[in-house]
DNA sequence: CTGGCATATGCCAGAATGGGAATATACCGG
DNA sequence: CCGGTATATTCCCATTCTGGCATATGCCAG
């Protein structure tokens, strides 16, 4: 999963998955909805494919391509101790704020570099 | 947030994040869990900082980094439509696997690579 | 101020990447 | 078989990123 990220570093690509969501899409329609010429979609679509985000489906002469979960699910697994962390610091940060809105009010006293007051 | 996959892609970034999952770490103890020379290390913590995943505490001549949770926090919300999308397919996925498994056995065509035809 | 430690930054060469234009491949209809 | 459409691949250029090395900056102790 080391290129999972790399290949959602690009804007386009993640403007792909985007589109993928809503259904599946042929090289075509992909380069009209994002405006670049198309062998840049299909060098985009090449790096989504060999990172296991979108696979194609061959219809005539076209490809069209779709998401797949996989990649997606152990990007939500990896992100999975994080969450956790986070879902702790978030009560965490609400609680501090409300204190430092308290604190702000007393420790107006000693502000060495600051403004002093009017 | 366009960096955060950026700042993600590298696998060293990554293991830094995990480590400070764990607790702040200055960047000498850092240099010494990822075996890196330190002005990598630096550097490292240099485009994790500018992206938002960690800040540095000042304690006498060392600077303890540790996590901020908003970039993750983010990162998940981007994950949210798609996480919809496949919760629906695991199940599709799971039954398309047996099927898949039933037509292996009848699909066993030999084409290994391109022969003349007949 | 001087020395010493911890960290950051600047510089350089090498590798990877994206965009653009041209071309190659694959498939269809006749 | 041929022309025509749809997609993939190649080549080139400019930009970017990484790693390694050297060096600058910040901070503490005396």
């Known amino acids: 999963m080391e290129s999972s990220f ?3 570093a690009d804007p ?3 403007q792909i998955l ?3 969501l809503g259904s599946e899409r042929s090289v075509g329609e992909l380069e009209q909805e994002l405006e ?3 062998p840049s979609v299909s060098k985009h679509l090449k790096v989504l494919r060999e990172a296991g985000f979108v696979e194609a489906r061959v219809e005539a002469q076209r490809r069209l391509y779709r998401l797949t ?4 699910i152990e990007l939500d697994a990896w ?3 994080f969450r956790r962390f986070w879902s702790k610091h978030v009560d965490a ?18 502000t060495p570099k600051g403004k002093k007051a009017p």
């Open 6 to 8: 790399a290949a959602l």
């Open 18 to 20: 985007s589109l993928l």
């Open 36 to 38: 670049l010429p198309q």
């Open 69 to 72: 979960p996989q990649p997606l």
């Open 12 to 14: 386009n690509r993640r």
């Open 93 to 110: 940060l609400e609680r501090h704020l409300d204190r430092l809105e308290q604190l702000e009010k007393k420790a107006q006293a000693p």
């Open 79 to 81: 992100l999975g101790p």
